[in-house]
């Protein structure tokens, strides 16, 4: 059978398919830490406070070398929040080395400065077909 595919990943692994795959990659880690595509800057409260919660800002950067197509992230409090980046498209990517930030407003939301809290990113590198998902921890800070 002849080999059609040859997808190579930002993270160093290598695939060899002759046919569609569904594929699950463990990320490779840096000591104990794993080795993500994107890292927090910055989870912030930020001082445009509404009746109906505070006004949080999520800064984003790619580490990595592979430009980023589009990316989410969800907080749990007590119930998901969602941050969408509308800035970050297939036509505008992610570079490596670039940061994006974007805020919302946390709809009966409590939390404490400096404690953190989960956030699921999730994504699609640029033209790969490539998605990623995976969890961190961030404190929130306050302004």
């Given amino acids: 059978m002849p080999i059609r595919h040859v997808l190579l990943f930002a993270l160093g692994v290598a695939l060899i398919a002759s046919t569609p ?4 990659v463990a990320l490779p880690t840096v000591g104990s830490i794993p080795s993500f595509p994107l890292s927090v800057v910055a ?3 930020v001082p445009a406070h509404t009746p109906g919660g505070p006004t949080v800002q999520l800064t984003l950067q790619n580490v990595g070398a592979t430009p980023i197509a589009n990316v989410s992230a969800v907080l749990t409090l007590q119930h998901p929040y969602t941050f969408y980046f509308p800035n970050i498209t ?3 990517p992610l570079a490596g ?4 930030s974007t805020s919302t407003i946390l709809l009966d939301a409590g939390f404490v400065c400096g404690t953190a809290y989960p956030l699921e990113i999730t994504g699609a590198f640029l033209g790969r077909g490539i998605s990623f998902d995976f969890h961190v921890s961030h404190a929130m800070t306050c302004e």
């Avoid at 795959?21 to 699950?24: C, S, Y």
């Fill in 21 to 24: 795959l569904i594929l699950i």
């Fill in 43 to 45: 989870l912030e409260s």
């Fill in 90 to 92: 297939s036509t505008s």
């Fill in 97 to 100: 080395g670039q940061s994006a």
